[in-house]
């Protein structure tokens, strides 16, 4: 089977998910710009991890001939500190032209606060004014209904932002249609405890069809599975869909976005 991973944040992962990954047939593998797990004190600190994503990764990936592509901005978590924000937002276009950037990405929410909705103008903003693709983290449990309206507002007031070039992240059952209605792409996170199981991705591929949505692992330093993207492409044969709608969800889909920026190509 051949599948692209379009989420999944490979610095906190170890060499040997890059070993598995591959012989399960993936072909090119995503990065967005994330929480390290803790804080970081300074825009020195994203600038360093910027490098990582931009120079490191990719060579670490291309010892398994594995395409490393990434997505740039401050998170959502630490978006809570303006300031610190537009520091780093100022140093991303320097960053945009390398050969693996797709765009930018994940903003989003993370509490639903005011700051954090500033930081998500200024970063669509900054898609805008460099003609980026856009990748949005949305918020959890409680928070996810109300940060997805939120995003979908901000996105849609911006008349310079095309839907189908902003793919919204972790949707669920309750916001996938939030997503999908006004022409936006939709990303279902496969999570062992949380975001959205295998059978749940299915039902929802089940129900609103496989138009302009894919699967990811999002894998990070928690609890999570490098390998879930094709072990729910498992779970789909097991449950009758046919190889061909197997392959347009894991491969077709995420080449047909991401191609959209021309720097994206299989191996
Ligand atoms: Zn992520």
Not at 55 to 74: D, S, T, Y
Not at 117 to 124: D, G, S
């Amino acid at each position: 089977m051949k599948y692209i991973e379009p989420h999944a944040h490979m610095v906190s992962r170890v060499t040997d998910d890059y070993v598995k990954i591959t012989m399960a047939g993936c072909q090119a593998i995503c990065e967005p710009a994330f929480w390290a797990g803790f804080d970081r004190s300074s825009v020195q600190g994203f600038f360093d991890y910027f490098c990582q994503l931009t120079e490191h990764e990719p060579k670490r990936a291309g010892k398994f001939g594995l395409p490393h592509f990434c997505w740039l901005c401050i998170n959502p978590k630490e978006a809570e500190d303006v300031k610190l924000a537009e520091e780093v937002i100022a140093i991303i276009p320097k960053f945009l032209d390398g050969p693996n950037v797709l765009g930018i990405g994940e903003i989003g929410l993370n509490k639903n606060s005011r700051n954090e909705l500033k930081v998500l103008e200024l970063h669509v903003d900054l898609a805008a004014r460099h003609d980026q693709l856009i990748l949005v983290h949305t918020p959890h449990l409680e928070d996810k209904l109300k940060g997805t309206r939120l995003i979908v507002d901000v996105l849609k007031n911006d008349k310079r932002i095309r839907p189908e070039r902003v793919i919204i992240d972790h949707v669920e059952e309750h916001t996938i249609k939030l997503v999908l209605d006004p022409g936006m792409w939709a990303g279902m996170t496969l999570y062992p405890e949380s975001k959205c199981t295998p059978a749940r991705a299915i039902d929802m591929v089940e129900v609103y069809g496989n138009e302009r949505l894919w699967m990811n692992s999002a894998c990070d330093w928690g609890i999570s599975d490098p390998l879930a993207v094709p072990k729910t492409a498992l779970e789909m044969k097991k449950r009758g869909h046919t190889v061909d709608a197997i392959e347009k969800l894991v491969l077709q889909n995420p080449a047909r976005f991401l191609s959209q920026c021309p720097k994206f190509k299989l191996g």
